[in-house]
């Protein structure tokens, strides 16, 4: 027996030491199987020896196979990788070689394998890991041509203590694995060879299954190493069975360690390339040293879960983790994402840093950031320039921003030495002491991040290469719609306008968005729309034009006054005499632009996709939603009451599948429909 279990010992050696040059390398799965520490029995006992011996030693002419969970959408990613890539050489995942009670799940060039619950796998963040693939596919060579014409230089020390990293990494690798010396190792990063310009160095803090980090390691070129992290005894074990079961060339890039993620950046300051922090809930405790260990001009990906403290539902949880009050209001979502990006500014100011944001997007229940990080004392003063506080109307959806700092540039007047600038405290009041438009008081929040939340010339070139690899992404119409809405955004007008919120205020018949876009843009304002609101107005136009805007409109679709208290806000917005005669006719810019592009902006989930009591239900009707509450016991009414709150949520949902119908047919972005449309969607929802 043990004869048998040196040779199998050795010949899994050898083949490691070959798998470069073979098409599928099944020697890793039994390097899997002793790192599981399964019964010796397993592997020597009789048939099943021999069975290891024959896969071992005939590995060499062993085709590669297809993968058990694989769809024709990874496999023509397959096809499609760039030669010279590690996605090239995924292992066979046959049925053979997975461990009986587990599964096998695909994304991307990605396979992990899967049991139960037993480590915490999100199947609807697929949107974001597929985006924040393309992001770094994008980011990464930009950085390197950046640095290779001397931009961005790194730390002095930092080329010295990655080499010393690399060392340990794979010393530690050699321990665990017992492959004895250095020369037997096969991994891209062993010794101090390795320099930082020969690749990128990747940090995912919170990797559970390492689903992730292994779609990095395949699908990223450039990368030199990934350290996926996790303090979960439990997912890292996970985390290492994945990465094992994704071959050798993947294993050589991701270093799986068990710690606190605080405890990996505050030892790797500048370090990292990308940091990728993806928590369950707040990332607030994790910023301040993750704004540390990015090296100059890389880049932090944030993902924020906890929607209902950001959207204001409750406040003062958001303001002990942010550092920001949030207002309740129809564009909470983006204000959601402006207190997560100044929260980040102000962590990277307390270390000379500042950020620059590519892409800022909430989607869904989520919301995740991109931001560069840049050492720059003189930039961080005009920190409090990018940060405002807001002052909304608690009488309708009029809102200011008050600037928490502000800049004077004084230029020389003989034009000899270079302008003095000088930094100083925002000017307020940025309001009256009463709303001009209802003479109601205010609500005040933030302080929000006012600057641009995407970079436009990054967005561009992003969308160029998703249109070039669109095979690789499951959810490639997903992310283009959403790149390309964030594209379309203004970068100067923060916050938005719900167009049916404004005449439901009214309590007027809503027009077209089109007509109100015309009406903005033919009296001189500019105006987009919002990824985060299909039904959002972003301008640079004041709150009183919009209500002028709307007084015309009620002026030829009157309302009844005669329900409305006289003197009420409500009285004194409607009545007031409009300033500025709006025009309604239509113009060409103010149409939708996926009418002009074939871009669908607004994509639909999946119809499997869907929170807590919805993930994986079909949606219920009436007779369906009583015979399944029968056996919940109670009174008749009690059942009655139970299916009829079941029904709605049905009817709601089916609303929400007509109204995005209705934003595909209209032109994808849901801002080029009928108002008749949405009135219908209404109609459905409250049935």
């Known amino acids: 027996m043990l004869a048998c279990v040196l040779t199998l010992r050795l010949a899994a050696h050898r083949a490691i030491r070959r798998a470069a040059s073979w098409p599928c390398v099944p020697a890793h799965v039994l390097r899997f199987h002793l790192l599981q520490q399964q019964p010796l029995s397993e592997l020597t006992g009789g048939a099943g020896a021999q069975a290891w011996a024959v896969r071992i030693c005939d590995s060499a002419a062993i085709a590669p196979m297809q993968e058990k969970t694989a769809t024709p959408t990874a496999a023509a990613a397959v096809a499609a990788a760039p030669a010279g890539g590690s996605a090239d050489a995924g292992p066979c995942t046959t049925a053979s070689n997975v461990p009986d009670g587990f599964t096998v799940r695909s994304e991307g060039l990605a396979n992990i394998l899967y049991k139960g619950n037993d480590v915490f796998y999100n199947e609807a963040q697929v949107t974001n890991r597929d985006l924040s693939t393309a992001v770094l596919r994008h980011f990464l060579p930009l950085l390197a041509k950046e640095r290779a014409a001397g931009k961005h230089k790194p730390k002095r020390d930092s080329a010295a203590r990655r080499a010393k990293e690399a060392m340990q990494v794979e010393q530690r690798k050699r321990e665990e694995q017992g492959q004895g010396d250095a020369s037997t190792s096969a991994g891209p990063a062993a010794g101090a060879a390795r320099q930082p310009c020969q690749g990128a160095w990747v940090l995912e803090g919170l990797a559970a299954t390492g689903l992730r980090s292994i779609r990095y390691a395949k699908e990223i070129p450039g990368i030199a190493r990934i350290v996926a992290n996790d303090l979960d005894e439990g997912a890292v074990a996970s985390m290492r069975r994945n990465v094992a079961f994704n071959g050798p060339e993947v294993e050589a890039l991701i270093d799986c ?34 704004v540390q260990c990015v090296s100059e001009g890389g880049l932090m990906l944030v993902t924020a879960t906890d929607m209902a403290n950001l959207c204001g539902n409750n406040a003062t949880a958001c303001h002990s983790n942010y550092g920001s009050y949030p207002v309740h209001r129809t564009y909470c979502h983006e204000m959601a994402v402006r207190i997560l990006l100044a929260c980040i500014e102000s962590h990277a100011n307390r270390h000379r840093r500042h950020i620059t944001p590519l892409l800022s997007l909430c989607v869904d229940f989520y919301v995740r950031v991109f931001v560069r990080i840049e050492t720059s004392p003189a930039t961080v003063k005009e920190s409090p320039c990018k940060l405002a506080y807001l002052w909304q109307s608690s009488g309708c959806n009029s809102f200011w921003l008050q600037p928490v700092g502000s800049k004077k540039v004084m230029e020389d007047p003989a034009g000899k030495k270079p302008p003095n600038i000088k930094y100083m405290p925002g000017h307020g009041p940025a309001v009256p002491e009463r709303c001009p438009d209802t003479g109601s008081g205010y609500l005040m929040g933030g302080p929000i991040w006012s600057g641009p939340i995407h970079d436009r010339s990054f967005l561009t070139g992003l969308m160029e290469d998703l249109d070039r690899d669109q095979e690789r992404y499951k959810q490639y119409a997903r992310i283009r719609g959403l790149v390309a809405l964030a594209a379309d955004e203004l970068p100067d007008a923060p916050l938005y306008y719900d167009y049916h919120d404004l005449c439901k205020t009214a309590r007027c018949a809503p027009m077209r968005l089109e007509v109100l876009r015309s009406a903005l843009i033919n009296a001189g304002y500019r105006v987009s729309a919002s990824h985060a609101n299909p039904l959002a107005v972003k301008t640079d136009a004041p709150p009183s034009v919009m209500w002028d805007i709307v007084r015309c409109w009620i002026r030829d679709n009157p309302v009844n006054l005669s329900k409305i208290a006289n003197g009420s806000y409500l009285h004194n917005l409607v009545t007031k005499e409009p300033t500025l005669q709006a025009d309604f006719t239509l113009v060409d810019a103010a149409k939708a632009p996926a009418k002009a592009d074939g871009i669908t902006r607004f994509v639909q989930n999946p119809s499997h996709w869907g929170p807590k009591s919805r993930h994986g239900r079909p949606p219920l009707t009436a007779p369906d939603a009583v015979a399944a509450d029968a056996g919940k016991g109670g009174t008749k009414q009690q059942q009655q009451q139970r299916a009829a709150k079941r029904a709605r949520e049905a009817a709601k949902g089916a609303g929400t599948d007509a109204h995005g119908d209705s934003d595909v047919r209209a032109g994808g972005d849901g801002s080029g429909g009928d108002a008749e449309d949405a009135v219908e969607a209404n109609k459905m929802a409250k049935a």
């Open 257 to 290: 360690r068990c710690a606190d993620a605080r405890m990996v950046m505050m030892g790797s300051q500048n370090k990292f390339d990308a940091v990728d922090l993806d928590p369950y809930g707040t990332p607030s405790m994790f910023l301040d040293t993750a």
